[in-house]
């Protein structure tokens, strides 16, 4: 092995230092190593980039291309962009939460009086959102109140009331939607009653205020400011067992996706699973707990950030996170 720094600019590679090199085949991103001596193998060719501007890794390495870039298709302020699990996405648009179709065209489905950022969570065929004031669902394609119903058993009708979710991060799971209340984990009530929140009883107290809310087949994935633990099953009235999954933290809001688990490997059977971003790197969430690092030793983001926003695209299985500062 050999040290020497490679960067890709455009689509040249070029080598940094004394010794000319012949690159073949490039590994990918390396920002944990030092930029000056990141791998190198003379034999093969083989390196990582300590830096990647504007291009594309293709061919399993062997080929890099200049990125696309971008291209204006819509006027007006866009924010808050989702993806639902059929396909469907929607989007907030100068504060009116819009279906977003292919063109792209919007269609309107309710105008926001408040600024808060929309989180969304789907259950079935149903989608949920909130922005901390205002709290909707989208059932057969329009838009309709959330809660506001009476409970059907007069005896339970007291305890019972419509969910606040107050604008933390929302899932849907084992025929619940569940929400973030700074640390408090809270759900709706069973058997499909997701107009109504148990007072009292539907909730669970997590270790620290809640960043990310992530289902699998076989339990939730809940990340916090002091690591990304599982609550195992799927009814919190018979107890769900919490373990930690990941002592890194996430990132910020908003990095984290569904996948499929056979996406991410051929070697990992079929099955829900979930990503997202930490200091660390690259973070797949798998059933049962176990957790997989996906840029171990490889990738670090060491900025600071707030927001972010993801989105997985399965037809070239790329993850594409933007962490804003």
Known sequence: MAAAACRAIGNQPEAVGMMRLAFRVFRGLDTVSDPQSVAYDRRSGACALAVATDVEILDSGRRLARRPGRVKVADGHWRDGWNAPDGTAYAVVDHVLCEVRPGP????????????????????????????????????????????????????????????????VLAGFAGRVWWADGRDLRYTAGAGRWHFYKTGAGSIPMPADIAMLRPVDNGLYVGTALGVYFLAGTDPIKGMPRLLASPEPVTAVGSDVAVRADALSSRIPPAAACLWTSRSGIHGGLADGVVLNLTHSQVAMDAPALRAAAVWLPSTRRYVVVLHP
Do not use: M
Not at 118 to 127: I, K, Y
């Open 105 to 168: 065209a919007t269609r309107d489905l309710a105008t926001l009086a408040t600024l808060g950022p929309v989180r969304f969570a789907a259950l079935g065929d149903l989608v949920f959102w909130d922005n901390g004031v205002e709290a909707g669902l989208i059932q057969d394609g329009q838009a309709v109140a959330w809660g506001g119903k009476l409970f059907p058993v007069a005896s339970e009708a007291g305890r019972h009331v419509s969910p606040a979710p107050g604008g933390g």
